[in-house]
């Protein structure tokens, strides 16, 4: 019961930091329909900017300031660069977003370095909150659940229940009609964008002490995100939130289970013949934990391509 409860806990925790991450991501793709390869870039650098502000005035100040510098990176680069190319087409954007994560990759290394920076979780959080048989749960985890729950409800009641989310849909399908009544559309657009860039810099301020913070982190992640935005319905919210705890849930529970499927024919008293087929079916669940997201994305893709929760 400690491993399956723990392995639970740990997986609905990473699924929420991901949702954190791909809430973002989603929001600009739906709101925007631009699939920015950059995003999690915007999430490591999050990171790195609270690790120097932590040192500087502690982390509380960090988990503020952070996410509102990176938001404003995300406004300047939309402002000067994606509205710019917008025009030329959405492959033009992709290879737009897909050069901008190597050059912030690159200009992170020449600043910080390409060793990972000592950005640990505040001192205050590091205690047990509650114990769950015999295993500690930390303070910090807790929290971080607390905060990604408050950032879907924040950001679903926003796009659907206030004026400034339907103003904001309705820029997306209408651009000429909500500018004839007096909306400044670009200016929309630039702060969507602004604020998807600055929650993926607030699953940086929380997620970077929790994993790591190094330079390789935002392709760590990148794969996993787009697995669950597209997993969840491109441009659904509430379908982002219920894959990533399922991508949270596969991958954490899967780590734990060291069972193949050479030990359940050997069970039922079967045999196989050939190496290769030996090989392959020896496999334990937890060496192919990393391959599930993306096998369970290419089933989606071929048998509900639009995904849980989107539209067609």
Do not use: C
Not at 96 to 102: E, G, I, R, S
Not at 125 to 134: P, R
Not at 244 to 270: E, F, P, Y
């Amino acid at each position: 019961m400690q491993l399956i409860s723990v392995s639970l806990l740990n997986g609905v925790l990473y699924g929420m930091l991901l949702f954190l991450l791909a809430s973002g991501l989603t929001v600009i793709l739906s709101l925007m329909g631009v699939l920015n390869f950059a995003h999690t870039s915007f999430y490591m650098i999050g990171a790195y900017l609270a690790f120097t502000i932590s040192q500087l005035v502690g982390f509380w100040p960090a988990l503020i300031i952070a996410p509102l510098l990176v938001g404003g990176i995300g406004i300047l680069v939309e402002n000067y660069g994606l509205r710019r190319v917008h025009a030329q087409g959405h492959l033009i954007e992709l290879l737009f977003t897909f050069a901008l994560a190597f050059v912030i990759e690159q200009m992170v290394s020449m600043i910080w370095g390409k060793q990972p920076v000592p950005y640990r979780i505040p001192e205050s959080m590091s205690g047990a909150a509650f114990i769950m048989y015999g295993a500690e749960i930390q303070i910090y985890r807790v929290f971080m659940f607390v905060l990604s729950a408050v950032v879907f409800v924040g950001l679903f009641y926003g796009l659907v229940r206030t004026r400034i989310g339907l103003i904001v849909q309705a820029a997306l399908t209408h651009p000429e009609m909500v500018g004839s009544l007096g909306h400044n559309v670009p200016r929309i657009f630039m702060f969507v964008f602004g604020g998807g860039a600055a929650l993926a810099g607030l699953a940086g301020v929380i997620g970077g002490n929790y994993l790591s913070t190094n330079p390789g982190m935002a392709l760590q992640l990148g794969s996993i995100v787009f697995v669950v935005v597209v997993l969840g319905g491109l441009g659904s919210l509430p379908g982002a939130f219920i894959a990533s705890l399922l991508v949270g849930l596969i991958q954490t529970m899967a780590v734990s289970v060291d069972v193949s499927a050479a030990d359940g024919l050997r069970a039922l008293g079967l045999s196989v013949h050939g190496w290769w087929l030996e090989e392959l079916l020896s496999l334990s669940v937890a060496r192919m934990a990393p391959l599930l997201p993306f096998l369970l994305l290419m089933l989606v893709l071929i048998f509900r391509p639009r995904g849980l929760m989107g539209t067609r």
